[in-house]
């Protein structure tokens, strides 16, 4: 069936037809250099009918969380609460800038020390930078403070980190931007770290392991207190990789864990609207040792007047004290990676989310997180390979390649996703997975929800096998169908030009 396309804006200009008609100038007129006008330049005249349809039917082709289930595997595409972004929107906060005298933004203060001090509790560590501006430039902060601290130690030969095969793809980069080298750890056949072939990296060149746990096959890695012993017996530091912290929160604390720095993704776990590049924020928290190391500056609190004012509050009253708020310098801090403080809109939605919950509610969050995934694998497993056949946590990862299907790749299958209106998730990662489909359902699901993603991943399954076609040439009913991926990125289009 040949699609009907309705012309675009610049398709229906018409000379001398409006969309706003402006007031009588009430002021003098200023002279625009000639250089700034362009007789020649082709501005759609068109009405405002036609401009508010044209952009409402843009906005219906673009699919988002509001609209449907967006199982992004390790990516963590949950509902944002709309509240997170009313109190982003307070003018005690939209109006405040970064280089006003501490005396005049002390809330905003407040808010980013009771930030700090929440995270302190949610994972154990000792002391907490809210600086990093995303999960990735949090890596690589917390790669920094271990090379800074190491350093101090005199074990300047340390020049190796560990990364398991299951982790996080950014950890590499993060390392080698650091000036370290990377040695791959593997998997075993339970999808955990490999301890025989940690135990054959172990040197005295280790400056230590990053662990993404639970890792990007969805799995609490069973051996994860002993990795840590036996790094820490080789003298290394442990780097936890904090992106799926929204499967622990209120069960364990990576600190307990034998974690020594690790980065929060403020806009995945605690639910800062992400994706198409931002925004992000990556704190970073260390465990009591590394403290004076932190990126700074860091909000720390003063008490004003205690020693006054203690004893001399009358029966029955509490103590008059105050507190004041202040940006101070580690010891020996790593110095800035961000300009000013860090991303303080994500800081304000994150705290909104917590406060929200509190601590049973962030308990409630893993915990159905795990029961979405748990369930979602459930209902998919028999008929898609599951390479890791145990429990997971808050995703997992199946192959998207079918017995009865040979030719059908997970490609195709993400593709077909669209036609049942569910975004695909995550393809091709880990690589671990052969035809690798991760697929994170988040807390935020609903069992409707689930119900739907589960029958549309299993009726593709059949129609793989009777009509596979079908699938290669999915999707279906959208505006553009398959793209040249990498020709789009090596030969950019980057404007719409009228047919000549």
Same mark, same amino acid.
């Given at each position: ?165 299951? &982790? !996080? ?12 080298? $990377?040695?791959?750890? =593997? @998997?075993?056949? #339970? ?121 001399? &509050? !009358? ?12 940006? $101070?310098?580690?010891? =020996? @801090?790593?110095? #800035? ?144 169908? #398959? ?18």
């Amino acid at each position: 069936m040949t699609k009907i396309v309705e012309p675009l804006i610049f398709e229906l200009s018409s000379p001398g037809r409006v969309g706003a008609v402006l007031p009588e100038l009430d002021v003098p007129p200023a002279d625009i250099p000639a250089e700034l006008c362009r007789a020649d330049l082709p501005l759609p005249e068109v009405s405002e009918v036609d401009v508010v349809r044209h952009f409402v039917r843009l906005s219906r082709m673009n699919y988002g969380v509001d609209l449907g289930m967006y199982p992004l595997g390790s990516c963590t595409m949950k509902y944002n609460p709309k509240v997170n972004e009313v109190a982003a929107r307070l003018p005690g906060f939209v109006y405040t800038h970064p280089y006003q005298p501490e005396d005049q933004v002390q809330g905003n203060l407040q808010l980013m020390w009771e930030l700090q001090e929440m995270l302190k509790a949610i994972s154990g560590f000792a002391g907490v930078s809210l600086q990093p501006a995303a999960g990735a430039h949090g890596e690589l902060t917390g790669i920094l403070i271990m090379r800074a601290y190491l350093c101090d130690q005199g074990e300047t030969q340390r020049d190796t980190i560990l990364i398991p095969d299951s &982790a !996080h793809g950014t950890n590499p980069a993060s390392t080698s931007m650091a000036g370290f080298k $990377v040695v791959e750890i =593997k @998997s075993d056949e #339970r999808g955990n770290v490999d301890l025989e072939h940690l135990k054959a990296n172990l040197n005295d060149r280790v400056v230590g392991l990053m662990l993404t746990n639970p890792n990007t096959l969805g799995l609490f890695d069973e051996h994860v207190c002993e990795v840590s012993r036996l790094v820490h017996e080789a003298g290394g530091l442990m780097y936890g990789d904090g992106a799926n912290m929204n499967a622990m929160l209120g069960i364990v604390k990576p600190a307990d864990l034998g974690i020594d720095v690790m980065h929060f993704n403020l806009h995945k776990t605690f639910s800062t609207p992400h994706g198409g590049g931002g925004p992000g924020s990556g704190p970073v928290g260390v465990v009591e040792k590394l403290v004076p190391y932190l990126p700074g500056p860091i909000v720390d609190i003063q008490v004003v007047g205690e020693e006054e004012h203690a004893g001399h &509050a !009358h029966e029955g009253e509490e103590e008059m004290v105050e507190v004041f708020f202040r940006l $101070v310098m580690p010891a =020996k @801090s790593i110095g #800035r990676v961000k300009t000013f403080y860090g991303h303080f809109g994500v800081m304000i939605r994150a705290y909104t989310y917590i406060r929200m919950l509190g601590a049973e509610g962030m308990r409630r969050v893993a915990e159905d997180a795990v029961i979405n995934a748990n369930y979602l694998m459930a209902k998919i497993k028999k008929v898609y390979p599951l390479p890791y056949d145990r429990l997971c946590k808050h995703e997992f990862v199946v192959e998207g390649k079918l017995k009865d299907a040979p030719n059908v790749r997970a490609l195709d299958i993400s593709k077909r996703l669209i036609d049942y209106g569910v975004h695909p998730p995550t393809n091709y990662f880990p690589l671990i997975v052969p035809e690798a489909l991760m697929i994170e359902p988040t807390e935020t699901e609903s069992l409707e929800s689930l119900d739907h993603f589960a029958d549309a991943m299993l009726r593709i399954a059949e129609e793989a096998k009777t009509n596979p076609e079908l699938l290669h040439e999915a999707p279906h009913n959208t505006p553009v169908s #398959r793209l040249d991926e990498v020709g789009a990125a090596r030969n950019p289009i980057l404007r719409w030009k009228p047919a000549e």
